[in-house]
């Protein structure tokens, strides 16, 4: 390209080599690229691919090791201890179907850790809500206490009340009795006044039924 532009700048004339290219040289050139990037990228993702399940093998076998998992038993073992049962199956396959129930269960215990999550929230709540009812139960004690020491206290002025309106009656009754018996004296003091009184009075002298006239 930069030959190119210097033989331009030096022959102005002269129009670059890219210029000479068809309409269709370019279009294969185009395809070519684009073919090229394709088949990079395949192998790019092709090696991410194999380095993301290179892990697998290693893990299995420390997998295997750690929990001292048995061998299969193969023909002509004689060896004793236990082995695992022959599963009749492709290992792949076996590994692909725990792969699989191994997911599904996750989702599950996802899915229960959720709904214990919602457990928990709805726990807290009516822990909350319970002490928030403890508290006002407590209040409500004290304010159950408060007045049955003011009632206690209103029944011991009440029977002070109804000693002294008892004995005000005991008054009024004694008073009572006093002013009858005082009309009762009264009454026999003006009877003797009046008896005494008449002892006193003169009756008047009787009349002639005729005139008498002096002589």
């Known amino acids: 390209m930069a030959d190119n532009n210097r033989d331009a700048g030096r022959n102005p004339g002269k129009r670059p080599a890219i210029d000479d290219l068809t309409e269709d040289s370019r279009r294969r050139i185009d395809s070519i690229v684009a073919q090229v990037d394709a088949e990079m990228e395949r192998r790019t993702q092709m090696l991410a691919q194999e380095r993301y399940w290179g892990w697998l093998p290693s893990l299995l076998l420390r997998w295997i090791e750690t929990e ?37 269960e996750f989702r599950r215990s996802a899915e229960l850790s959720d709904e214990v999550r919602v457990l928990r929230e709805k726990n807290d709540r009516l822990e909350r809500r319970s002490d928030r009812l403890e508290e006002e139960k407590d209040r409500l004690e004290e304010t159950v206490e408060t007045l049955r020491l003011q009632v206690a206290q209103l029944m011991s002025q009440h029977g002070q009340i109804v000693d002294v309106v008892q004995e005000h009656d005991g008054r009024i009754t004694e008073n009572r009795t006093d002013i009858v018996e005082t009309q009762a004296m009264v009454q026999a003091s003006d009877a003797m006044l009046n008896a005494w009184a008449a002892q006193f009075i003169e009756e008047p002298p009787a009349e002639d039924d005729e005139p008498q006239f002096e002589a």
């Open 68 to 104: 001292r998992v048995p061998t299969l038993r193969y023909r002509g073992d004689t060896s004793e201890g236990p082995r695992l049962p022959a599963l009749g199956m492709p290992m792949e396959r076996a590994f692909a179907a725990h792969v699989a129930v191994t997911r599904r």
